[in-house]
C-alpha cells in the first residue's frame, strides 16, 4: 500500500520557470513533511520540509504549500535553474515516535529538467 | 564534522552470498535508520535502530538484518541475496533533538 503518491513522474522546464510537483499522502497521523533532492549516485538531501500546522513555508527559490483537508503537499522551484535538474522526493513521517523521527514514507520522485 | 559516512561504496556479489554494509552516523546522532532504494524508485525503509536495539521494521523479509554497536554505528546483513536487491542502500542518522541526515549510499549489485 503506497501512502505517498507523487506526481509527475518527470518534469521539463525552461530556465526561469516554475517547477511544480505535487504529493497526496493518505495517513492522517504523519506531522513531518520534507522534500528532498537527490542527484545520480548521490544519497537524498533535504530541501525544505513543513508540519502540518502551517500552509506555506518559503525558502529562498523553494516552497512548500500544504493543505491538511485535501492531504496534499506540494514544492514550487521558482526562477528553475540548470543546476536544479535532479530527482525530487517528497516524503511524509511522524516525527514524535519514541521520542525521535519515525520512519520517512517516499513518493516514487520526480525527474526534473531544466533546459538552459 | 564529517556527516553520515557508509562503506563499501560500491559492491559486487553474486545470487545465494551475504554481504555486510556499514554506517557511522553523525556526530550527536544516536538512532540509525536503513534504507533500500532501488533503480528509478523512492527509497523504502528497512528498519530503524536505537540503543542497540531494532525500534521500527518496514516490510523486508528475514534475510535483512541490522546491528548497532554501543558507538551508535551499525550494520545492515543481508543473507541468502536475491537479484532484486541490487540497489542503493542508504543510512539515515539522527536524534531526538534533530532530523533524519542522509549518507552517500551503498550501490550493492548481485549477479
Known amino acids: 500500500q503506497q501512502q505517498v503518491k507523487q506526481s509527475p513522474q518527470s518534469l521539463i522546464v525552461q530556465k526561469g520557470g516554475i517547477s511544480i510537483i505535487n504529493c497526496a499522502y493518505e495517513?492522517?497521523?504523519?506531522?513531518?513533511f520534507p522534500w528532498y533532492q537527490q542527484f545520480p549516485g548521490k544519497g537524498p538531501a533535504l530541501l525544505i520540509a513543513i508540519r502540518p500546522d502551517v500552509s506555506e513555508k518559503k525558502e529562498g527559490r523553494f516552497t512548500i504549500s500544504f493543505n491538511k483537508s485535501a492531504k496534499q503537499f506540494s514544492l514550487h522551484i521558482m526562477d528553475s535553474q540548470p543546476g536544479d535538474s535532479a530527482t525530487y522526493f517528497c516524503?511524509?513521517?511522524?516525527?514524535?515516535?519514541?521520542?525521535?523521527?519515525?520512519?520517512?514514507?517516499f513518493g516514487k520522485g520526480t525527474k526534473l529538467s531544466v533546459k538552459p | 564534522d564529517a556527516g553520515v559516512t557508509q562503506s563499501p561504496t560500491h559492491l559486487i556479489k553474486t545470487r545465494g552470498q551475504q554481504v555486510t554494509l556499514r554506517c557511522s552516523p553523525k556526530?550527536?546522532?544516536?538512532?540509525v535508520s536503513w534504507y533500500q532504494q532501488a533503480l528509478g524508485q523512492g527509497p523504502q525503509f528497512i528498519f530503524q535502530?536505537?540503543?542497540?536495539?531494532?525500534?521500527q521494521r518496514g516490510n523486508f523479509p528475514d534475510r535483512f538484518s541490522g546491528h548497532q554497536f554501543p558507538n551508535y554505528s551499525s550494520e545492515l546483513n543481508v543473507n541468502a541475496l536475491l537479484l532484486g536487491d541490487s540497489a542503493l542502500y542508504l543510512c539515515?542518522?539522527?536524534?531526538?533533538?534533530?532530523?533524519?541526515?542522509f549518507g552517500p549510499g551503498t550501490r550493492l549489485t548481485v549477479l
Open positions: 516524503a511524509a513521517s511522524m516525527w514524535n515516535y519514541g521520542g525521535s523521527q519515525g520512519n520517512l514514507i
Open positions: 535502530y536505537y540503543e542497540e536495539e531494532e525500534r
Open positions: 495517513n492522517t497521523a504523519f506531522d513531518y
Open positions: 556526530s550527536g546522532h544516536d538512532t
Open positions: 539515515a542518522s539522527s536524534s531526538i533533538l534533530d532530523r533524519q541526515f
